[in-house]
């Protein structure tokens, strides 16, 4: 007969080992952090907006939940039947007492091999100074022309010719076509870039695309796009897939925008803004002006009164005035000595009337 151990441990509810197995599942730093690759099999999205699926292989299954606020940012449909990779933590489900993978992120299957090649050349490539911020050149304020490098048969051009129309009419657009996916999309984009750079002599060029998977977007990762971005003469503004879209053409362009629209927008001055600075510019220009006026009047007052004050008109004047009393004391002096002139004429005339002889006689 087995003999019972003196010292028996403490048992366990359900719940106290389910949380127990939780806790272990969440601290264990690779289920915090895993890529999972399978299948996906009983996939729903009920009205809260959350995603439901199974992920599976040949050999066994696993429950996957992706929360709403991170199903609004998966950018390709989910659904039965699709190899994708899923990136989250593992935990349990205590009610269920099941552990499923909580997920953060999908792409489709393959994408992981494409970005340890991404890493593998954006390391490289940053080791060489291709990516300093150094390098960047600033981007024209006003460009007198603008060259776009992308697919002429997609949307994005439309939208960025648009919105270069709407901004700034004023500059010349030349759009230099190529294709953007595919094995051949590398040499043509470097051809366009340089063709264009070449013909139209540009004094920005936007390389853009509009969005897509990792795979649609590789062109961009390539490194002799990459090198002929840093090669360009004039700055680019890249504006390839959407927000989240990063690849190495935008760490090598001068500006990256989100999207090939924000590219347009960055590449060019506001219409308005610029009929708002050219107010500005008229009301200062008036100001200055009837300043420099009212100051060249100052001016012209000074010396008109220094002027005459150096004049000679104002001495002739003394002089008339002071010559005109000359002449009236001169007057006045022949009058009066001709009055005592003719009064001892009178006087002597007299004296010869009374010593005529006649007058005795």
Known sequence: MDQLPLFVPPSLSVSELTRYLRALMENDEVLRNVWVTGEVSNFSRPSSGHLYFTLKDSGAALRCVVWRSTAMRIRFGVQNGLAIEAHGAVSLYERDGQYQLYVDAIRPAGEGLLFQEFMRLKTRLESEGLFDPERKRPIPARP??????????????????????????????????????????????????????????????????????????????????????????????????????????????????????????LATPDRTDLQSELYGLTAQLNSTMLMAVEYRQQDLDSFHQRLERASPTGWIRTERQQLDEWLERSLRASQHSLQLRKAHLQGINSRLAAVNPAAIL
């Open 144 to 265: 007198r022309c603008i060259g776009i490098v992308t697919s002429p048969t997609g949307a994005a051009l439309q939208d960025m010719l648009n919105t270069l129309r709407q901004r700034y009419p004023l500059a010349e657009v030349v759009v230099s076509p190529c294709s953007v996916q595919g094995d051949l999309a590398p040499g043509e984009i470097v051809a366009a870039m340089r063709a264009v750079c070449r013909q139209a002599q540009p004094d920005l060029l936007i390389l853009a695309r509009g969005g897509g998977s990792l795979e649609d977007l590789w062109a961009f990762n390539s490194e002799e796009v990459v090198r002929a971005v840093v090669a360009a003469p004039v700055p680019v503004i890249t504006g390839i897939g959407h927000e989240t879209d990063f690849t190495l053409a935008d760490f090598a362009g001068d500006l990256r925008a989100p999207t090939p629209t924000g590219a347009a927008v």
